[in-house]
């Protein structure tokens, strides 16, 4: 995705507007992979960026098994509190 896209990506739960943008890899100025959070401390939600594409789809249209390889695969650049507070799915459990 380009980062311009930004502009109009808002939380699909909650609505918050900006959502804060961590970037994994980037190629030809396109967001290959990265991670979407949403900026409102009640809600924590986040989405992945797979493949240029951001996934920012509400908890019922997620499978716990993608996101929780997703967020394995990237632990080492994703912030702490995504790991361990992130909705719908995080890996408190894993320690
Ligand atoms: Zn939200």
Redesign the pocket.
């Given at each position: 995705m380009k980062r311009r896209l930004m502009d109009f990506l808002a939380?699909a739960?909650?609505k918050?507007y900006p959502l804060e943008l961590y970037v994994f890899e980037e190629k030809d100025g396109e967001i290959v992979s990265g991670l979407l959070v949403?900026p409102?401390q009640e809600?924590r939600?986040w989405y992945p960026i797979i493949e240029e594409i951001p996934h920012c789809l509400p908890p019922e249209l997620r499978s716990e098994k993608e996101d929780l390889e997703f967020l394995r695969k990237w632990k080492e650049k994703i912030p702490e509190k995504v790991l361990r507070e992130g909705r719908p799915f995080n890996l408190s459990k894993e320690g």
């Open positions: 939380c739960m909650c918050s949403c409102n809600c939600m």
